[in-house]
C-alpha cells in the first residue's frame, strides 16, 4: 500500500516569513495530492490539492509543487500570519483511497 | 451545502464497553470514509465505503469493529468490546467519488478509561 513521509514534525516561523512542508510517497501510481490544515479540537479542512498532471498550483499565500519523478511533493505558505499556525497533513492517494501523513505542527511567532 | 455531520461530539466509555458512532454525509456523496485519529498522527483509513458496499475495509481491527452504511447515505461505526487504545478522534468524511477530496466532519473524541 501506499505510505507517505512528511518532514519536519514541527516548524514555527517568525511572522511574515515562508514556510514549506515535504512530503514523499511510496506509489508511483498515485495521482491526487491534498493538503489539510487542522486547528485544534477541528476538523481537517481540504486547503489546497494537486493531480499528477500539474506540476504547481497556486491559491493566494499557498502553494503546492509536486515532483512525480522523485515522489514527492511540498506545501508553500509565504507571508505566514498567525492564523495559519495549525497541523498540516499532506495526503497521497492510490488505490481509491487517501493516506495521510504524519503530519507537521506549525507555530507562527508574532 | 451542509457539511458531514456525525455524533456524539464526545463519548467516555470503560474499556470492555460498547460504543456507536453515526455519520451523515453530505447528500448525494457516494463514498464514505471513517478515519481513526490518535492523539498527535495522521488519519488512518479504517473503511471506505461506495454507496452502501465495502471498497477496503483492510485495516479495519474486525475483531471489535464493524460499521454498515444501509441504504448508502448514513454509516455507524461500531466498537465491541472497546480497548484502551482506541482512545481517538472518529473522522467520518464523504466525497462525490474517489477522483474528489473528502469533506470531514466535527469527529467523535472517544476516550476508553
Known amino acids: 500500500g501506499e505510505n507517505v513521509e512528511q518532514h519536519p514534525s514541527t516548524l514555527s516561523v517568525q511572522e511574515g516569513d515562508s514556510a514549506v512542508i515535504k512530503c514523499t510517497y511510496s506509489?508511483?501510481?498515485?495521482?491526487?495530492f491534498p493538503w489539510y490544515k487542522q486547528e485544534l479540537g477541528k476538523r481537517p479542512q481540504l486547503i489546497i490539492d494537486i493531480r499528477s498532471n500539474v506540476g504547481e498550483k497556486k491559491d493566494q499565500r499557498i502553494a503546492v509543487t509536486l515532483n512525480k519523478t522523485a515522489k514527492h511533493f511540498s506545501l508553500h505558505i509565504t507571508e505566514t500570519q498567525p492564523e495559519d499556525s495549525a497541523v498540516y497533513f499532506c495526503a497521497a492517494r492510490g488505490d481509491e483511497k487517501l493516506t495521510f501523513g504524519t503530519g507537521t505542527r506549525l507555530t507562527i511567532i508574532p | 451545502e451542509a457539511g458531514v455531520a456525525q455524533s456524539p461530539r464526545y463519548k467516555i466509555i470503560e474499556k470492555r464497553q460498547s460504543v456507536a458512532f453515526w455519520c451523515n454525509p453530505i447528500?448525494?456523496?457516494?463514498?464514505l470514509y471513517w478515519y481513526q485519529q490518535i492523539l498527535g498522527q495522521g488519519p488512518k483509513l479504517l473503511i471506505q465505503?461506495?454507496?452502501?458496499?465495502?471498497?477496503?475495509d483492510s485495516q479495519l481491527p474486525k475483531d471489535r469493529f464493524s460499521a454498515e452504511r444501509l441504504k448508502g447515505v448514513d454509516s455507524t461505526l461500531k466498537i465491541q468490546p472497546a480497548k484502551l487504545e482506541d482512545s481517538a478522534v472518529y473522522l467520518c468524511?464523504?466525497?462525490?467519488?474517489?477522483?474528489?477530496?473528502?469533506?470531514f466532519g466535527s469527529g467523535t473524541r472517544l476516550t476508553v478509561v
Open positions: 447528500s448525494g456523496h457516494a463514498t
Open positions: 506509489d508511483s501510481a498515485s495521482n491526487y
Open positions: 465505503f461506495q454507496n452502501n458496499g465495502v471498497v477496503d
Open positions: 468524511a464523504s466525497s462525490p467519488s474517489s477522483y474528489y477530496g473528502y469533506t
